[in-house]
């Protein structure tokens, strides 16, 4: 009998639960302030779930300090491994602080916890999400995303969103890096803080926008054109394959290292998803489902020398067939 139907039998939303881990994860790093505190507090207080999911976690690490007697050998090995640290900005998808941390090849999560959290706008794993603003603008937001809007401003804290704007709008997207201004009838793709990008990445699909970094540097792209920008800016390169087909669920390859297709997919799978490096660099070229990632990593180990070794259904571990 697992731990958490010890302590109760009611089923939680797994984005609560991801959402408990976090702050858990957050709060055993040792680094956390006492803001933080204080919201782990409020969010567990706003919902019996919320301090449920949190209670059942509390048992979870307790078992896993006292020992592996609630865990198979095997599976008690491939979990526990040696201890790691947990920063403010690099949350590892597990408990850190209590012994459970990815072995070589992990995929770090790199998080704004507070931002993604408390965002006007945000989603959890695997979800996407419609808005429409006044002022002739439409958000769609990619899983894990999270934007504050202010009148004319959106400040895009963390993940991808996609931008469509009518005739008559006006609006200005403030990132970590700098500012993104689309001209009206524009649409294009934001991006803070995803795997394979430095700093923020623009594509623009329709129109033009502006972009100012660093102070006062500026230049415009165009349709068909995307850069990232960070202190400094890259070269301007024609927009990738499938630039928005994660709109429609779908992740477009063309000579992707599976690596990178790993850590796309791992942006929509709960859980932990490893990538052994001696089969990162593999090419992979294709179309894979995002809203079904572990039928992606099936579709993967078809056709790929590798295999998928899996953990309860939520650690996947990707290595050498």
Known sequence: MSRFARIDNQPLDPGVVEQAMLWMVTLQSGVSSLAEQQACQHWRDENPQHELAWQRLAGLTHDLRQGTRTLPAAGAR????????????????????????????????????????????????????????????ELTLDTRT????????????????????????????????????????????VSQGLPGVSGTQVQVLAGSASIAWA??????????????FGQQVGSVEPLDAGAQAWVDGLLIAERMPLGQVLAQLDRYRRGVLRCDPAVAALQVS??????RPDASLDLLASV????????????ANVVVA
């Open 78 to 137: 491939g979990l526990l491994q040696a201890r790691g640290t947990a920063s403010r900005r690099n949350v590892l998808k597990g408990f850190a602080g209590l012994g459970v941390v990815l072995a070589a090849g992990l995929s770090v999560r790199e998080r704004v916890l507070l931002p993604e959290l408390f965002s006007d706008y945000r989603t959890t794993t695997g979800e996407r999400h419609h808005v429409a603003l006044s002022g002739e603008v």
């Open 146 to 189: 999270g934007v504050d809007a202010h009148a004319d401003v959106l400040a895009l804290n963390l993940g991808r969103v996609m931008l469509t704007l009518g005739q008559g709008a006006s609006l200005a997207v403030r990132t970590a890096n700098g500012w993104v201004r689309p001209e009206p009838a524009s649409r294009l793709v």
């Open 215 to 228: 102070g006062s540097t500026r230049m415009t792209l165009s349709a068909g054109q995307q850069v990232a």
């Open 286 to 291: 294709g179309s894979f489902s995002l809203d």
């Open 304 to 315: 790929l020398p590798i295999r998928v070794q899996r953990v309860f259904g939520y650690w």
